[in-house]
Structure formats: structure tokens, C-alpha cells
């Protein structure tokens, strides 16, 4: 394992490095509130505890939402073999093993580099077993899947589509385009879906009004209500109703 960089930039809000580029993979945690990097042809917001890894001779630039320290760290070597460029959540683990290699920078004492490459070695480890298969999750994905979990737990609320996409710092499109990818069908579709799916059952049951349903399901009124059960099931609440006694 080789240790070709390690530093700790303190940002301000809006500051922003130059565009350049390293012969050796960079590590870096973000400790601010978030920002922005561009890299190659590619743009991605990060937020607090976000790692981003950066592949060699890239070009990248990167954008501060906040003040914080960003860790840096360069490596090189065999361990580096079966890195990908990935932007990910840390649970604490990296930060520590980070900051215990600034301890021992700052100390040095007596056999202080070992210490250093043995945390950098973990380090390597945490990054090939993150992003190895399907165990990978880059950010922005986790983001998607934050948005699916939202839909499911809340479908029969008012849902802002625009506040939603909004906390996860994601441009509509994008996220219509990669929902769809991972689950068949835009957002839109599944929530109205999923609605529709509890409004079969309540039918069903034959207890209640079809503007109670319409309500206990999400919809702003029952004549929307009809409207869209009658183009997703091609029968109207009342006769999916009456057919299925």
C-alpha cells in the first residue's frame, strides 16, 4: 500500500478548487454541508459523511455548500486493484481510521508510517468490499431507493413530488429516468399504482363510499378518483365493485 497523498482542506461556503487531476486514486471525506463535484462528464451533489472516490488522471473539480474539512487521501499500489469510482454514505468507519492517521502524522512517534499505511490498508479494504458487486450503493442511488421508501410508507398522503425530489438534491429527470430503470415505471405511475391497488381492496370490501375510499387513498376527490381507476383498470370503482361480488 501507498500512501501518494494525505491532507485535510478546511472549506468555506461557495469556495471551489481549480480543475485538476492525480496519478493515484484519491479518497476524499466530506465533513461540510454538502456541495457539489464535477469529474470527466459527470456532475453529482454530496452531502455530510459522503466519500467520494476518484479514479487516476481524471480531471475534477469540486464546489462547497458549507464550511468543513475535507480528508484527502492518495493511494497507489496493488491494494488499489479493484477500486471503483464511487460517491457513498460512511457510517464513521473511514472518518476514524482517517483521523487516526492524522494523530499519528502530527505526533510521530517511533514506527508512526506503519501505523499510517496499516490504516490506509483498511481503508483500501473498506473501499473494495463497499464496492464489490451488488454490495456497491453509490449515493445517488440510495437516494432513488430513499424516494421508493417514501412512496411506499406514504402513498395514501399528499405527496409533493417537487419537495420530495427536492431533499435529495436530484433534477427531476433524473430521477424519473433512473426510477424507472430499476423499477419498470416512473415514480408518478407507482404512487398512482399503489394507490389504486389499496383502493381494489377497500372495493372489496364493500363497507365504505367510494369518496371515503377515494380520500383514504390519497386522491383529492372522488371524481379523480374514478377518473384515474377507470383508465388504469378500464372499469369504473363501481362496477370493479359490483363485478368482483
Not at 471525506?29 to 459527470?42: H, L, Q, R, V
Not at 497507489?76 to 460512511?90: A, C, L, M, R
Amino acid at each position: 500500500m501507498g500512501i501518494a497523498s494525505f491532507f485535510i482542506v478546511r472549506a468555506s461556503k461557495g469556495c471551489s478548487s481549480k480543475w485538476h487531476s492525480h496519478s493515484f486514486w484519491e479518497i476524499v471525506y466530506n465533513e461540510s454541508a454538502g456541495g457539489c463535484i464535477e469529474f470527466g462528464d459527470k456532475k453529482e451533489k454530496y452531502k455530510r459523511g459522503s466519500v467520494m472516490v476518484l479514479r487516476p488522471n481524471v480531471p475534477h473539480l469540486q464546489i462547497c455548500g458549507g464550511e468543513g474539512a475535507h480528508w484527502c487521501l492518495g493511494l497507489s499500489g496493488y491494494e488499489t486493484e479493484g477500486f471503483k469510482e464511487v460517491i457513498f454514505k460512511d457510517k464513521g468507519r473511514i472518518l476514524s481510521l482517517l483521523k487516526n492517521m492524522a494523530r499519528e502524522l502530527k505526533v510521530k512517534r517511533v514506527f508512526y508510517r506503519a501505523f499510517m499505511e496499516a490504516d490506509a490498508a483498511k481503508i483500501a479494504l473498506i473501499l473494495k468490499r463497499l464496492t464489490s458487486g451488488k454490495q456497491a450503493v453509490p449515493e445517488e442511488d440510495e437516494r432513488i431507493r430513499k424516494i421508493k421508501r417514501t412512496l411506499d410508507e406514504k402513498f395514501d398522503k399528499n405527496i409533493d413530488f417537487g419537495t420530495l425530489i427536492g431533499n435529495v438534491f436530484l433534477s427531476k429527470e433524473y430521477v424519473r429516468q433512473v426510477f424507472k430503470k430499476e423499477y419498470g415505471t416512473t415514480p408518478l405511475k407507482y404512487l398512482i399504482q399503489k394507490r389504486i391497488e389499496k383502493a381494489k381492496i377497500l372495493l372489496l370490501e364493500n363497507k365504505l363510499t367510494i369518496k371515503e375510499i377515494a380520500a383514504i387513498c390519497g386522491f383529492e376527490n372522488e371524481y379523480y378518483f374514478s377518473r384515474l381507476f377507470k383508465k388504469v383498470v378500464s372499469v369504473s370503482p363501481k362496477a370493479y365493485r359490483n363485478t368482483s361480488q
